[in-house]
């Protein structure tokens, strides 16, 4: 009587901590939504800082797995869960009988929440090590599987190991049946062909492909597909030409320069042609406020480079580096080993030529309608920003402006 008060006791118990952790799922379900498929979208409640930001960590692609969101993980280890704790009553039930596999229902319970405890240990370093981002209602998850698990193994002969061990012998002993075994080979076959589906289209992970689009450049640290001289890509006067507009001191034009770099390396008819777009009052006068101060300066220079025939090693080198200050830009220019002549270069960076050429590029892009960075220009067409799915994007967009690939690509 005293042990089914107990199992009684610890049901209910192990019940509501389900019950309170699948709210909680659901609700970082919706943060996660919001946070990659609203743009609209007003920061959630428990975004309160730059260090405590569930909508900071619901926008990385540490918050999946597989492309499967991990709220929607918790969802299904919580009706799981659920699930064992009612197989009892359930099994019992017509066309459910399968459930008598399930004869230690506490003993998988323990095992699922210690399992997932040491996974959320894992995820909260990841957090704090790598994102520097900490999401509470995550934390709030990883106290309800840790008490679930220890409510568990309440009265469980070796405690976790006991029941790890005993799962496992439970779960070999229910594939013996070979209807049994037939059946979970094919769950596992379906589980497998829909993961498998969530990982390569990242449909429910717009980090995830984000990643796979602008990883490898978001990622480093200096471009390793820099060339040398004024001229990248094709020379021919046939080739098909990419107007480029950018500023030194913005990010994305940064991505989307290594972006260009290693296009050329994959196409023989494509060149690129840079043009500077500054958003620094000091040379933009269409600006109605400071954004990126210093950048007028490395368009200056950088146009100076380019009448010495050292454009896009400059290019790249103010990219990697981001001198701030006139100063700062002769010192890592003068500390480069491009063979520049210094004197010509800081007169040319102060010619009328140089800043008309500068001018006439901003000029330009207003016209255009283009006021920020970056900006692309193809066969006519200005669109600003990094195509959309990044440089698979980027590639396909070349290709239908009828850029011809060395070799195959997709």
């Known amino acids: 009587m005293e042990d089914e008060k107990k199992v009684y006791i610890k049901t209910w118990i192990i019940s509501i901590l389900v019950i309170i952790g699948f709210l909680v799922t659901i609700d970082l379900a919706y943060i996660y939504y919001q946070a990659n498929f609203n743009q609209y979208a007003l920061p959630s409640f428990c975004s309160v800082s730059?260090?405590?930001?569930?909508?900071?960590?619901?926008?990385?692609?540490?918050?999946?797995?597989?492309?499967?969101?991990?709220?929607?993980?918790?969802?299904?280890?919580?009706?799981?869960?659920i699930m064992l704790l009612g197989v009892d009553k359930l099994k019992k039930l017509p066309g459910l009988k399968f459930l008598e596999v399930f004869k230690n229902k506490f003993h998988y319970i323990a095992s699922l929440g210690i399992i997932s405890f040491t996974i959320s240990m894992i995820l909260l370093l990841i957090s704090l090590f790598q994102i520097h981002k900490i999401c509470v209602m995550c934390?709030?998850?990883?106290?309800?599987?840790?008490?679930?698990?220890?409510?568990?193994?309440?009265?469980?002969?070796?405690?976790?190991?006991?029941?790890?061990?005993?799962?496992?012998?439970?779960?070999?002993?229910?594939?013996k049946p070979i209807p049994y075994r037939v059946a979970f080979i094919v769950v596992m076959a379906i589980a497998c062909g829909f993961l498998g589906w969530t990982f390569t289209s990242a449909k429910f992970s717009p980090a995830l492909k984000a990643q796979r689009g602008y990883g490898e450049f978001i990622k480093a640290k200096t471009n390793k597909y820099a060339i040398t001289g004024n001229v990248l890509g094709s020379a021919d006067k046939d080739a098909i030409v990419i107007n480029i507009y950018s500023d030194y001191m913005c990010p994305m034009c940064n991505v989307f320069n290594m972006m260009l770099h290693k296009l050329v390396t994959e196409f023989e008819n494509v060149r690129i042609e840079h043009h500077s777009m500054p958003l620094d009052t000091e040379c933009n006068t269409f600006l109605q406020q400071e954004f990126h101060h210093g950048s007028c300066t490395m368009a200056r220079y950088a146009e100076a480079a380019h009448m010495q025939g050292k454009f896009w090693e400059v290019n790249s080198l103010f990219f990697d580096k981001k001198p701030a200050t006139e100063d700062e830009v002769i010192e890592v220019l003068e500390?480069?080993?491009f063979g520049l002549d210094m004197d010509k270069l800081k007169k040319d960076a102060s010619s009328k030529a140089v800043k008309n050429i500068i001018?006439?590029?901003?000029?330009t892009a207003v016209a255009n309608k283009q006021i920020g960075t970056p900006t692309m220009e193809i066969n006519g067409k200005f669109e600003m920003g990094i195509p959309k799915g990044g440089y698979p994007a980027l590639k396909q967009l070349v290709i239908e402006n009828g850029g011809k690939p060395k070799h195959k690509l997709f």
């Open 50 to 81: 730059e260090m405590i930001d569930c909508d900071g960590v619901a926008r990385t692609v540490e918050s999946q797995f597989f492309g499967v969101p991990l709220a929607y993980w918790g969802m299904f280890l919580y009706s799981f869960i």
């Open 359 to 363: 001018q006439n590029d901003i000029q």
């Open 335 to 337: 500390n480069s080993e």
């Open 139 to 175: 934390a709030v998850t990883y106290v309800i599987d840790l008490c679930i698990a220890l409510f568990a193994v309440d009265g469980i002969e070796g405690n976790f190991v006991g029941a790890i061990k005993q799962s496992w012998l439970d779960f070999v002993d229910a594939l």
